[in-house]
């Protein structure tokens, strides 16, 4: 709840005395109608008005649903909500419409005759979005300038745009990217390839993440940790471990690795020592140590297990616990 309370800045209490099911409806439908002209519109005025006021119907809708006002039975408003609020999304949104409107432009000077016709259009073009840059990230502003060199945007210059927008979500700058193309060095490819190879994997690890969790409140409750439900956890959460090791790999063959907390070790971890299969959650913290998760307390829980047992760690054991506490004392001084 931490996060909706960033991002649903109006008071939930002041918001639901207005609501019921009627104008949720008409919210609703004002959101859909904002949504079909945010993809349409050509003109300025009408997509940041539009876009603005898509933005706060969601914001609604998504604090009755998290209020439990409503029930959705398709997309989530939250979800959509937290997609739309990210910044590269809304760069991705502004850049459609400046391209929609751009190349509405170049169909209307296609139709003038004279060349002081076609330059006054250009011109009104650029003239006019520049009324809106207090409405636009410097991505963006940066963006609709560059049209200024070409009439066309052919696609290779498409395709450099995405991986740069790509660039921006996964934390660059554009500083950062316009010192790799001045130095002419190949991290750019690299870049674009560690992206190819590392999405397809983590558009699956992440929504996982969520399941996890969730999945894991409805075990915690039913305080039965071996039916059905329990078994299908524990294979989700041994799907996620394998889909964080190829993540890992990905990470490592570009230079892009960095340490993180893994909730499914933590939560298998957890569902065995529940179970009473000590051995089970042991092996569990092994195979985190060896995949150098060091973040989640796994090498005291390690500790604690074995002694729980009645029993010494073996020689290995030693070694995993011992590396993994240099590794974090290391990284803390």
Known sequence: MGL?????????????????????????EILNDCAKLIETTKNPKTFFNRYELYMDKLSLLAD??????????????VKKYIKMNKKE?????????????????LNKVNTLKTDKGKQNKITLFFKTLSEYENLM????????????????INNSDRAEYDAWLDFLGNGGTTEEWDEMKANKTSRLTNFQSYLKELNPVADQYFPQLQKIEK???????????????????????????????????????????TSKSVPAYKRLIMLYERQGNFDRA???????LLNEVYNDGISEKLKKLIKKVNRKPTTDEINLISNAENKINRHTS
Request: glycine content about 2%; some cysteine; overall charge positive.
């Open 64 to 77: 009755a649903e998290s209020s439990n006002l409503v029930k959705v039975t398709g997309e989530s408003f």
């Open 4 to 28: 909706l309370k960033q991002l649903f800045e109006r008071n939930k209490k002041e918001k639901a005395a207005d609501l019921n099911i009627l104008s949720l409806n008409r919210e609703l």
């Open 137 to 152: 990230p410097p991505e963006c502003i940066e963006y609709y300038k560059s049209l200024s060199n070409s009439k066309q």
């Open 282 to 288: 042991i092996e569990a913290c092994k195979h985190a």
């Open 215 to 257: 999945d894991w409140l409805k075990l915690y409750h039913s305080k039965n940790y071996s039916t059905s439900f329990a078994k299908e956890y524990e294979k989700l959460c041994l799907e996620n471990i394998k889909l964080y090791i190829k993540l890992v790999h990905i990470e490592k063959k570009y230079g892009e690795y």
């Open 89 to 105: 999304q809304r760069i991705h949104s502004i850049n459609n419409f400046i391209d929609r409107m751009w190349n509405d432009t």
